[in-house]
């Protein structure tokens, strides 16, 4: 029997901790996923547990024990007593077993193997009725193809659930312990947001609407990381392993801490699921009303079409300051103007110069040649030299260069008079995306997305070019509310956005703009969350 208290252990627990973490760097722990749940936050998830357990005994477990900081929670919040038993699983040996130094005398039963493999040849320990998780935050390029579709195969087997192969590991050992745990069980996970808002996580909505009954979803604030190297915005999902009520609401919560959010809203399930991207909700506010659903009436896809800019595939081969490439004495014909960076760029208005070259200092140009590399050698020498040194960068061997013939040519894109920032931060009233109106001839890097009039839009600004600056200001008038609900969210308070995401932004007040564009109506394009490759 342990006769010590459980925060003594705890605290021991904690220097533990980051005694393992001091021994492996950011980079290796991102990786593997490894990050600890803080203490005070274990402490409140179980806390919410224990309203739905009751006053019954409990069995335990937690596929990712790390060194234990969920048990030590439950042992702080339902005691040692209600315990009946208590399983936790852990792939590192490190990790397990310091969770067995540190807790095998309280009570805890620890298995050193890869849980995701337990579960499926039959050794997997008796169904828990309670399960608190931190599941390893592995994206999938960090898992191979055969455990992508070793995981796939497994979870359709066990629940029925086909996931893609975009998903990261936390959905897999999410599915995989709700089909192990007892039936009634209660459930607490801490997981990235991410699945809320993309393409690749929709089986898991649907899992959680369908399948269980989700008691609350609390999402941090993007800024308040969870874990301190993580980079990931961070949700806790409470749910019981019952199929829902049919008029189940659901608490949706947000900002603060977990046992006091700053706001809260409950939701129907017929809302929820009508709801494509969950980090809507709570609903925010824009224009002084709630606002959850895609923009009725026109949309910027019905106005522009937006792409991502260009990847070269090494910019810093690729690219370079006009008067370097003069210097060598690169062929103009054969360089194109494009714009620095967002972070180098201040202005919002880019004038051009006699050549259209943006009006910034210093100037940039990016090599995009379609002549075979012998007749470069014929015409252009100085061309062709250059070419050759990309050898020392290895910029002729990056996965884009390798799959454009020739290597050097760049993907074609018109320069676009509209710009928008990719990702950027910003909170309450600050926008995390910039508008550019680019009078230039230059085009732009894949950290922009390019704003192309179509249709009635075009007409319009052939016919009135000086109607330019009123569709900037209209783009600027875009709240910071309506582009944040549109894109998602990082740790650290980053926001990014794809193409499909800023097509679904209202474009009502720019369809005001001239009598072309008022009877404009929807496309009925569905403009949903995708994944840009």
Known sequence: MNTRRPSSIEAQRQVRQATIDATRSPRERNRLGQFATPHPLAVEIARAAQQLVGRRHIRFADPSIGTGSFFSAALQVFGRRRIASACGIELDPVFATAAHDLWTASGLQIVNDDFTRIVANGSRPPAPDLILANPPYVRHHHLSRDDKR?????????????????????VHFLLLATDWMADDGVAAWLI??????????AALKQFLTDRVTLVRA????????QFGDALVSSVVLLFRKAPPPSRHRVTFTRGGSFARPRISQRVSLKQLTATSKWTALPAQRVNGRRVHKPAAGPRLGDLFRIRRGIATGCNRFFILHRHDAVRRGL??????????????????VIEPDDDGYPQLEPQRCVIDCDLSEDLIAQRHPKLGAYLQSA????????????????????????????LCTYMGRGTDDRRPFRFIWNKSKAIAT?????????G????????????????????????????????????????KIEPRELSGVSAARLAREGPELRQLRMSGTDFGTHEHA
């Open 150 to 170: 070793r995981l796939q195969q497994l979870v359709q087997e066990r629940t029925g659930v086909r996931v893609s192969g975009l998903t990261g590991l936390y």
């Open 192 to 201: 990235p947001s991410e699945f809320m808002d993309v393409n690749y996580g």
């Open 218 to 225: 609390h999402r941090f604030d993007p800024d308040d990381v």
């Open 331 to 348: 062929p103009p014909k054969y360089l194109r103007p494009i714009l620095p960076s967002p972070r180098s760029l201040k202005p919002t």
């Open 391 to 418: 050898v020392a960068l290895d910029a002729q061997s990056s996965y884009l260069a390798r799959h454009r013939q020739p290597w050097y040519r760049q993907e074609q894109r018109e320069h676009a008079p509209f």
């Open 446 to 454: 894949n950290l922009y997305l390019m704003l192309s009039p179509t």
């Open 456 to 495: 009635p839009l075009a007409d319009m600004l052939r016919r009135h070019p000086s109607r330019a600056a009123k569709v900037h200001a209209l783009l600027n008038d875009i709240t910071a509310d309506e582009l944040r609900a549109a894109g998602r969210t990082y740790g650290g308070g980053l926001h």
